[in-house]
């Protein structure tokens, strides 16, 4: 028998399955009419060894998969103000923790990043991990929701437990408003799922606990009001398309390795797509590639990419990620009374699409 609190039982349960595929295909030789089932047979049990060997490299425990970052503020091209906030209200206090008792500011709580789509949230949250030098739990929305009553609750309270093992470490939650909607907007299991969390949280800060809490939105105005007090979510940092010099280094990283013309310009891509997400970075990148591409297979020629034939794309695309997403939430944030909430959207706006429009 193999005993699931045996420390050695993912490696006990690996030589199984290895064990197994070598015995269905010693079968497949020696029983020629059935060898494509034994084939078959061993190679799923391959599988099951291959997935195991996954589970302990990203340490996956239940739902939940959490690791030690690598990438780290300097991997974050650019939106320097962004990381000097984060800097200030997650890095520090998990380095500094002494100085910050002594100003009588307790470790925990969160903060929610908001902002457009394709814009890096998810990513800097990892970095933010890796700067501090602790434990990243990457959740996402599926890994808590369950199909079962009860069983959204307790996935929240096994993932709780699990980070308190875990600690010092950050808590990222994707989609956070999928999470924490509005109460009056839930229904059923939702309005449960809020309490349990709400629960869940307040406990870090009632048992002095080294856990940070990371959310990701792209609708903040939809997260219920709780969620946004002090010592929960307490801090809101809106993260922007990116600036000057992200956007140049984004459109360096998709280029790579790539055939491109020794002069191509960089500065001038930067400055021509403002307001592009890093979605929409690609999504050039890749167009202009493919054109490429094109016209070599129908010329028999190979030739470098240029600065033309991304200028070519940039000028044909008629929809921006972060344009349309800002537009959308002027108006949502007006029609709601949030202008206080989320100033930095607003004052983004007025210097930003005011230059787009015009």
Known sequence: MYNLTNPNYGMDMKKLYLDNAENYLLKSKLDLSNEKEYVKRAEEMIDRAKIINIQEKQNIIGNFLFTKPKATFKDV?????????IRMKVVEPINNPEI???????????????????????????????????TYFNVKVSDIKGKYVGETESNLAKLFKLAREHQPCIIFFDEFESLGRERNDAVGHDKSMVSQLLTEIDSLGSKNQQIMLIAATNEPWSIDIAFRREGRFGNTIFIPPPDHNSRKNILKMQLQGKPIDEKLDYEELAKITELYSGADLLEVCNTAVENVISECLKNKKIRRITTEDILEVVKKKKELVSAKWLKKSLDTIYLTNNEDSFREVIEYSNKYMNKEMS
Do not use: H, N, R, W
């Open 77 to 85: 091209a650019g939106l320097e103000d962004v990381k000097d906030k």
């Open 100 to 134: 910050f008792q002594i100003f009588g500011k307790k470790f925990g709580g969160g903060m929610i990043m908001y902002g457009p789509p394709g814009c890096g949230k998810s990513y800097i949250a990892e970095a933010t991990a890796g700067e501090a030098g602790v």
